[in-house]
């Protein structure tokens, strides 16, 4: 026996209109520098048994209320539990290196900072993207860069990060023609959106680009078969 249908209309529902607005939902709106030292701790599946660690740069506010901890990864600020790559790094857990504890939710005070700093900052939405806050550069970031073409990439240092109102956030870098003053800080005129210039963008720390400077081999080999795995595709015959 069937199942007997409704008199009410069927309502069609567009997934793709839901899916944009789970999307707008998790857009970042707000940025809060971590300044304490907390690490983010992941994993790789080469060492199970290992956990790693590496700063955090920002803690973000995303729309839906939840504050996510971010670091520079692969080609964007990311937030920390979107790592869930088995061979590049699997997302573990927040740690504070002073009390050793481990936690997986964004500490209080962070929260607090940032809901009472959004509630502040109050930004009324427009159809054109605009800039909605720009915070330092702490940790030494640096971002491999590659053009179209055969141009040379370019190894170049973050001074800053802006955040739109569309939830992107950018690294900001400086055209060295344009340098009118030492130190270079965020706001200054040589500063540029990375991704503004440059197809592709990779955030290394500090102490790996200090190795691509210095040419070392196997830090050179990792980045070729990192940031150009087409190339480094066998060819076919």
Sequence with gaps: MGIPLSNRPAQVIDLETMRQRLLA???????????DGLEMVYRLASSPDTLYGMPLLAWGLREDGEVVGMVPWMEALTPCHRLDDPEHGSFVGYRDPETEELFDQAPEHKVFELEHAAAY????????????QQIPETQGTHALCMDEGDAP?????????????????????????????????????????????HRVVYFFQRQIANRIRREDPATLEALALMVMPEANKPSRG
Excluded: N
């Design 121 to 132: 900052f109050d930004y009324e939405e427009t159809e054109q993207v605009t800039l909605i």
């Design 153 to 197: 990439w370019q190894l170049k240092q973050v001074f800053g990060w802006r955040l739109y109102s569309d939830g992107a956030v950018e690294a900001l870098l400086a055209d060295e023609r344009l340098v009118e003053s030492t130190p270079i800080l965020p706001g200054d005129t040589c500063l540029y959106p990375g991704h503004s210039r």
């Design 25 to 35: 939902r998790r857009r970042l709106i707000r940025l809060a520098p971590e300044l």
